[in-house]
């Protein structure tokens, strides 16, 4: 999971015949409460 933040790309053409399993919707989510924000603001 960490490999796949640090080599991010910006993707624009999804393959929308794939499902995301929830869990894993889950972990990225999580993985972005990490990420650092401005200032420390945060939701």
Known sequence: MIRL???RRAIRDYDTSKDV???LVYQII???GY???AENQQP
């Open 35 to 37: 990420a650092p924000s």
């Open 30 to 32: 999580e993985a972005g």
């Open 21 to 23: 399993p929830d869990e």
């Open 5 to 7: 933040i640090k080599n």
